[in-house]
């Protein structure tokens, strides 16, 4: 299997995810703008997205991929099927009651996250409404958890890649239809994501479903005590213990700066939720591709002691970092009005509201690097089933971003808390690199200097000519012909990504170097 062309497959699907998922954005920003009830919108959508992220896509995959990978590598494909039909009955159990308790805990929850919906009438009780209509969103994603785990060991990554973009649809279904139906019967338009947010969960689901059919790992559910009892079941558990305390670092980071935007003014928490959708455009397409497939295939290397590969898998991934992600940042600091105002320009969101998210993607963009290089070192620790030493990389981080947030807020607002999450990536990258470095793990292969050069330089000739579009243009004005910005902001990407890599292929970088078989 070439992993280039494995990765690339993943990015196309996630390039389709983050396109729609923009289209959904902007049909929120034009339809609702930056108020007090999108505010109650993206902190309802955060709680159920949190506890994804927390269990489903964060210790559940790290923990159960691995030993999925690490059994199919030494015992073959009907030993795993028990492990999987064991897991699946344990988790199904448990997020039946995870939704029961979510939906009556609501008010709870929403207080925790954002307080200071409170000091906007009706927010904070939109918000615990919202909630309670999406938490069972997280049922539906954890069993998709389970299934892209299993998919993606088996190298079938185009389905679970290309499920994202459902949820996207069914949402943008909700804005331009479902919304204006609700208005009609007298209910808030903005209840009407809730109902597309369920709605994409399920669709999800049900996609994944005939694609485990088709490799005989469909998922069948048995006694909860012969499930428990299963040994692989109980590596995983012991494996989540460490890894939800690692994710839920990163959650609490989450948890504490939406808690300190609410308190900022009313448009905060929405200004920073769409400028990560932004960044989160070179993270999924680069640092998710990476992640999906390096994670399986690390830890096969790992399971079969192959020390070489395991450090040559890592060496791939972490150029194509440099390569990808550079350019990237590069981008999101020096181009950032441009690609907020041709983006969410329209409709409700005002000029104001551009200059707000632009500063905010812009402190995304210092730490971008990082955000996407944790994607590639992280599965280095979890391919070793050690998850500990991630863990505390995290929550001294987690302590330096809340110091940063310390002095960052009070003089960048809202801006401050994305430059904190930033800085704090690069500090956790590279202790991350340093670790696998110290215990050996990684040996970086030749050549890393001269072609870090040939990035630099590339990256500086892209930043020269994004900084002199982005001020020669009146990103702003071209509101009122937003075709014409379109098509400006479209050639101008479309021109520096051009630009930078005609400068490698001069400075002799080939696509080739990077085609590497899995």
Request: hydrophobic share 55%.
């Amino acid at each position: 299997m070439n992993l280039l062309r494995a990765a690339s497959i993943v990015s196309l699907f996630t390039l389709a995810s983050r396109i729609t998922g923009l289209v959904r954005e902007q049909l929120v920003a034009a339809s609702f703008g930056s108020s007090a009830w999108t505010d109650a919108f993206n902190v309802a959508f955060r709680i159920p997205n949190l506890l994804r992220r927390l269990f489903a896509e964060g210790a559940f995959s790290q923990a159960f991929v691995p030993v999925l990978a690490a059994s199919r590598a030494r015992h073959g494909d009907e030993s795993t099927r028990a492990l999987v039909d064991a897991v699946a009955t344990v988790l199904f159990w448990a997020l039946l009651a995870t939704c029961m308790l979510g939906v009556v805990g609501a008010p709870v929850l929403v207080y925790a996250m954002a307080a200071g919906l409170r000091e906007t009438p009706g927010s904070f009780d939109a918000a615990v409404v919202m909630t309670r209509y999406m938490f069972p969103y997280i049922g539906f994603m954890s069993l998709v958890a389970l299934s892209a785990g299993v998919l993606n060991t088996w190298k079938r990554f185009a389905v679970p890649a290309a499920t994202p973009v459902l949820l996207n649809v069914a949402m943008i279904a909700a804005a331009w239809w479902l919304a204006p139906q609700f208005e009609r019967w007298g209910l808030p338009p903005i209840y009407a994501m809730a109902g597309g947010v369920l709605l994409g969960g399920a669709l999800q689901f049900a996609l994944q479903v005939p694609a485990l059919a088709r490799i005989g790992m469909l998922p069948r559910l048995r006694s909860i005590r012969a499930a428990l009892a299963h040994d692989g079941v109980g590596r995983i558990l012991k494996l989540m213990a460490p890894a939800l305390l690692g994710v839920s670092v990163a959650q609490l980071s989450l948890l504490i700066n939406t808690q300190i935007a609410s308190h900022l003014g009313p448009g905060s928490v929405s200004w920073l939720t769409y400028a990560d959708r932004l960044m989160e455009f070179p993270t999924g397409l680069l640092g998710v591709a990476l992640g999906v497939v390096l994670l399986p295939q690390l830890s096969a290397a790992q399971a079969q002691d192959d020390g070489k590969r395991y450090s040559e898998l890592l060496d791939w991934g972490l150029r194509l970092v440099v390569l990808l992600a550079l350019p990237s940042a590069v981008a999101l600091l020096l181009f950032a009005r441009p690609l907020v105002a041709g983006v969410f320009h329209y409709g409700a969101f005002n000029d104001r509201d551009v200059q707000q998210t632009m500063v905010a993607l812009m402190g995304y963009g210092v730490g971008l690097l990082g955000l996407i290089a944790i994607k590639v070192l992280a599965p280095g620790f979890y391919a070793k089933q050690d998850v500990r030493t991630p863990v505390r990389i995290a929550i001294t981080v987690l302590c330096l971003t809340q110091l940063m947030n310390l002095v960052f807020v009070p003089l960048l607002g809202h801006a401050g808390l994305a430059l904190s999450i930033g800085v704090g990536a690069l500090v956790n990258a590279s202790w991350l690199l340093w670790g696998l470095r110290r215990r050996g793990s990684y040996q970086p292969g030749a050549g890393w200097t001269g072609f870090l050069w040939r990035v630099t330089v590339a990256a500086v000739v892209l930043g020269a000519g994004l900084a002199y579009v982005s001020h020669v243009l009146d990103w702003t004005a071209l509101r009122a012909t937003p075709w014409m910005r379109a098509g400006w902001l479209a050639l101008a990407i479309a021109g520096g990504a051009g630009v930078y890599f005609a400068v490698l292929l001069v400075l002799g970088v080939r696509p080739r170097q990077f085609v590497k078989r899995g």
